[in-house]
Structures are given as C-alpha cells and as structure tokens.
C-alpha cells in the first residue's frame, strides 16, 4: 500500500470539494479501490502506486480547470474524472497558455499584455530583485502582484509581502476618519483590487487572516527578515532614500523583491530626495538585480490615458534614468 498527500492550500475548499462534499463524493465513485480521506486542505490518498497515480494526474486535471474557468460543476467532474485511459483528455483542460500568468476569479485569464510587460516577467524568472519603472497604468503593480500570485500557487514562496509608502498625494493623513487601519488602508487599496482579481474572495481573507498574504505600509517593514517570501514594494518613487535601504535589505533566503514606481509622480516633500531615483543609480551595475523601464507605449488603460501621459512629458524635461530603455 501507499500513501499520496495533496494539498489544495490556494485553492477554496467549498469550491473543490463541492457543497456538502457533493464533488468530493462523486470522485470517490471513479476510484473505488482508493481510500481518499480529506483533512482540511490536504487530501490523503491510500492504494496502489498505479490507482494513486491515475488519480493524482486526473485531480490536478481538475485543479487546472478551476484555475482556468473559476468553477466546477458536478458535469466537469464526470467529464474529467471519468476520461478512460487512452482517450483524449477533455480540451477544457488543456495545458494553459503558456503566456498566461495566473487564472483569475471567473476565468480571468492574466497574461503580460505588452512587450515590456513580458519583459518584467522575463527579468523577475533571471533576477531575484527588479525594478520596474514607468508612467501611470502601464501594469506595473498587476503583472508584479501575478507574478506573486502564480508564485505562491506554484509553492516557490510562502507568503506574500505588498507595502506602499504611506505619503499623502496632496491631502491629509490625519483629517482621514477612522483608526489607523482606516487611515492607511486607502493607499493599500490598489494591492486588494488586483488580489480580488486573482484570488477567490474566502481564500484571499483567509490568507490575509492567517499572514500569508500582507499589505502593509513601507513602515512596518522595519526590522524585518522576509525569508520564502515574494516581496513588491509599490509606489516606489514616494520612499525615502533610508526607506529605501531598509526595504531591500529586508531581504532574506529564497526571496523575490519587486520594486515598482513612476519617478514623474514623487509626493515627498521638496527637501527629500526619492529612494527610487538613488537606488537604481547605486545599483544598476549589481548582478542579480534586473531594471525594466516602461512607457506610454505599455499603458493599458483607457486611450485617453496614454495621451495624458504624453502631453506631461511633453510638458517637461524627461528625467534620465540610469538604464537604457531597451
């Protein structure tokens, strides 16, 4: 006899295993001879080596088509778990698009949409640190927080860190209502809008709950070892020079460090120089560390947006960045 542990962490349980295990059930039908056991998250699997095998290719099968479609019905289960060997298997789960980032909530496909887009992807598999530098709505911060979703899923890290300086962009921190959660979660907002595209919402409350995924201000990283963690520090521009050491010495083992901003739009008072502009200077030359500028070119938002863009930068000497644009 063996044993086989399948975890289903990142997925929600409900979902997979079908209200009142009505899925779960109806896949014990296909695999009368297995002993299949749910404990939580983990599915335990006792049987022959060949029953287990079988039976984990066909559930991951089923996986890739939550992943895909963000459902499952009682019908898909059939359909996949019923597939005899030397059939083809069903082309609802065929192997993903290779450009495709991470599934979303209700089949969201999320894919890098330009070429500079593909390039931060590209950089962030060679280099465990970037830079990702450009104008408003280019996806900077939305690829970089799929890449750490996709990263989290596939168990290459264990938690996810997201921190924003926490600088006011012309209004008041302090006429805010609330406590200081209500205060700072407004400049936060960004990071929960892309992990509610992402994650399902019960999964993404549980893992905030249980700090698997943190947002936090760029403050409270103070201290800090991030060790197995896929780390984004959004708005980047906005840290301080000393905010800036602090973060990236936060560093710990197996880490990835992704740091985004738009060195047009700094919001530090007149007499602090930004974190962003000094870092990439200082650092441009250090191997293992990679730098992507976007432009108007990458911005995906409404059209009027890049038109936006280009009328600023028209309007003012373009600030020269210490890598080539290529």
């Keep these: 006899?063996?044993?086989?542990?399948?975890?289903?962490?990142?997925?929600?349980?409900?979902?997979?295993?079908?209200?009142?295990?009505?899925?779960?059930?109806?896949?014990?039908?296909?695999?009368?001879?297995?002993?299949?056991?749910?404990?939580?998250?983990?599915?335990?699997?006792?049987?022959?080596?060949?029953?287990?095998?079988?039976?984990?290719?066909?559930?991951?099968?089923?996986?890739?088509?939550?992943?895909?479609?963000?459902?499952?019905?009682?019908?898909?289960?059939?359909?996949?778990?019923?597939?005899?060997?030397?059939?083809?298997?069903?082309?609802?789960?065929?192997?993903?698009?290779?450009?495709?980032?991470?599934?979303?909530?209700?089949?969201?496909?999320?894919?890098?949409?330009?070429?500079?887009?593909?390039?931060?992807?590209?950089?962030?598999?060679?280099?465990?640190?970037?830079?990702?530098?450009?104008?408003?709505?280019?996806?900077?911060?939305?690829?970089?927080?799929?890449?750490?979703?996709?990263?989290?899923?596939?168990?290459?890290?264990?938690?996810?860190?997201?921190?924003?300086?926490?600088?006011?962009?012309?209004?008041?921190?302090?006429?805010?209502?609330?406590?200081?959660?209500?205060?700072?979660?407004?400049?936060?907002?960004?990071?929960?809008?892309a992990l509610r595209d992402m994650l399902p919402p019960t999964k993404l409350q549980s893992y905030i709950e249980d700090g698997t995924i943190e947002i936090a201000p760029l403050a409270f990283m103070r201290g800090r070892t991030l060790d197995h963690a896929f780390a984004i520090l959004d708005e980047a521009q906005n840290a301080t020079e000393s905010q800036m050491k602090m973060f990236l010495t936060r560093m710990g083992r197996s880490a990835k460090f992704i740091i985004t901003g738009d060195v047009t739009q700094i919001d530090l008072p007149r007499n602090q120089r930004s974190g962003l502009i000094h870092a990439m200077r200082i650092l441009k030359n250090i191997e293992g560390i990679g730098f992507i500028q976007l432009d108007a070119q990458d911005i995906v938002r409404h059209k009027l947006v890049r038109m936006v863009v280009d009328a600023y930068s028209r309007d003012s000497e373009r600030l020269e960045l210490p890598f080539d644009k290529t």
């Design 1 to 193: 006899m063996h044993e086989k542990i399948i975890s289903i962490e990142t997925y929600p349980a409900t979902e997979i295993y079908g209200v009142n295990d009505s899925h779960l059930n109806h896949i014990k039908l296909f695999f009368p001879k297995l002993k299949i056991i749910v404990r939580g998250d983990l599915i335990k699997v006792h049987g022959e080596k060949s029953d287990i095998d079988k039976f984990e290719l066909r559930f991951g099968l089923l996986l890739r088509h939550y992943d895909r479609f963000g459902a499952l019905t009682a019908n898909d289960v059939t359909h996949i778990m019923g597939t005899t060997e030397g059939e083809e298997w069903p082309s609802v789960v065929e192997a993903s698009a290779p450009d495709v980032l991470v599934y979303g909530n209700k089949g969201l496909q999320v894919r890098a949409r330009t070429v500079n887009q593909q390039k931060l992807v590209e950089a962030c598999i060679t280099n465990d640190m970037v830079f990702a530098v450009g104008p408003a709505g280019t996806g900077k911060t939305y690829t970089a927080v799929a890449l750490a979703v996709r990263a989290l899923r596939n168990k290459e890290v264990r938690r996810i860190i997201l921190t924003r300086p926490a600088v006011e962009a012309g209004e008041n921190l302090g006429f805010l209502p609330g406590d200081l959660k209500d205060k700072l979660d407004p400049y936060l907002q960004p990071l929960y809008d």
